[in-house]
């Protein structure tokens, strides 16, 4: 056997079964969003490094993005994240849109990633945003789009959460601990990496960058404060809307969600997998009221989130909840070729069932019937029709019904209406 180029490191071949999951879970996402009345949209697979040199943070202009210069001399990326394509596009017809924009989209990234479970260097992601109006309402209404998704696929709150919090009500807390301004990122990125350390290396490491012993418990009595979310303002409204949504069950307050990423400025929030082996992050968003700005736009404010494929399809299998039987052969019907001299006949039938709006495969060539039966139940078909010299001298199709064994004989003009009452057999499609 010849040796196989193998796929790029990093990547995933989508073949039919999984590419029907792919497409379940777009759909379902689309609905998701849709039920909000939000619009779909798209941004190109390339963009400018200096897109996201402007605000996405080191890390990931020059150790995550796929950067080369092409024909012109010009430093393009493959996208690693889509908000700044967002700012742009939203920046370029500012003028011309409606607000509030509600828009979201689910397409490839990449990002040079170490692959591991649940981590590739090519994912798809579900992104959703509304920009032009800056309130805790439409910050819930992001978050309900994210809860809706997650009931719909049939998660439930003891196995993911959705947990939040809000950078200004953050900010309050490090001015009051006496922390400077200058040193709040590095702050907000040591209390990201909470989970990620053990308790002693962790406060360890905040010692080593200049946190006092007052300020670290300060920081400490911070985080495990739950009611904190009561002293701001904006996380009450916010909450309230939560409620009269119905969605309370799937959202928490937690102070330890500080969102490390530059542009977010107001809310944040990330949905978690706590009932799990191991407790993890399925996605994160918030508010980044700066970003068109720094692409060049009039400022706007904006909320949003991303999530990946990857993790949402290991949550979902570790829970059971991948659906089962998706469509992954669309054609339910299956046109034999009895002989050479029937081909034409099968191939005017198959045709006829189209235009009826059946989805039909027409076997290619002339083979023995019984390896035609095989592949139809291989693939899923549900019925096969059969047009031997005497249904072609008297106008007929023979239909069998793959999972019962049934077969009738029908006029070729009724065949398209007695597939149909087949197909609408319980247990049949």
Request: net charge negative; aromatic share 10%.
């Amino acid at each position: 056997m010849k040796n196989v180029i193998p796929s790029v490191k990093g990547t995933r071949d989508f073949y039919p079964e999984q590419m029907a999951f792919r497409t379940w879970l777009y759909n379902t996402m689309r609905q998701a969003a849709e039920s909000f009345g939000f619009q779909e949209w798209e941004a190109p697979i390339l963009e400018s490094i200096e897109l996201y040199a402007a605000k996405s943070g080191e890390e990931l202009v020059k150790k995550q993005s796929y950067v080369f210069e092409d024909r012109g001399g010009d430093e393009i990326t493959l996208r690693p994240e889509l908000t700044p394509s967002l700012a742009r596009v939203v920046a370029q017809k500012q003028n011309e849109l409606t607000f509030p924009v509600r828009w979201w989209s689910f397409g490839p990234f990449w990002r040079y990633e170490n692959p591991q479970r649940g981590r590739t260097r090519e994912f798809f992601q579900w992104n959703v945003d509304m920009l032009g109006v800056d309130t805790p309402e439409a910050d819930a209404e992001l978050v309900a789009v994210l809860a809706t998704f997650l009931k719909q696929v049939g998660l439930n709150p003891e196995q993911v959460l959705i947990l939040v919090n809000d950078r200004r009500l953050m900010d309050r807390q490090f001015e009051k601990f006496g922390i400077p301004a200058g040193q709040r990122l590095e702050v907000s990125n040591w209390i990201d990496r909470r989970e990620k350390m053990k308790p002693q290396e962790w406060e360890a490491y905040g010692r080593d960058f200049g946190l006092s012993g007052d300020q670290l418990a300060n920081l400490k009595a911070m985080l495990a404060d739950k009611q904190l979310w009561q002293e701001s303002q904006e996380l009450t409204r916010f909450f309230a809307a939560i409620e009269a949504l119905g969605l309370s069950s799937f959202v928490r307050f937690d102070p330890g969600i500080v969102r490390g990423l530059l542009y977010y400025t107001g809310t944040v929030f990330e949905a978690w997998d706590m009932g799990g082996v191991v407790k993890r992050s399925i996605l994160g968003g918030g508010r980044y009221d700066n970003l068109l700005a720094d692409v060049g736009g009039e400022p706007l404010p904006a909320v949003g989130f991303a999530m990946g494929d990857v993790v949402i399809e290991l949550v979902l299998k570790d829970y059971g909840l991948l659906p089962k039987d998706l469509n992954v052969n669309p054609a339910p019907v299956l046109v034999t070729v009895f002989d050479p001299a029937q081909q034409a006949a099968s191939l005017k039938i198959a045709a006829r069932l189209r235009e009826a709006g059946l989805n039909v495969i027409c076997y290619p060539q002339a083979v023995k019937l019984g390896k035609q039966f095989k592949y139809a139940h291989r693939i899923g078909a549900r019925v096969t029709v059969v047009i031997g010299p005497d249904e072609a001298e008297n106008g007929q199709a023979a239909l069998k019904e793959m999972v019962s064994g049934g077969q009738q004989l029908v006029d070729q003009q009724d065949a398209a209406e007695a597939i149909r009452l087949i197909l609408a057999k319980p247990g049949a499609s």
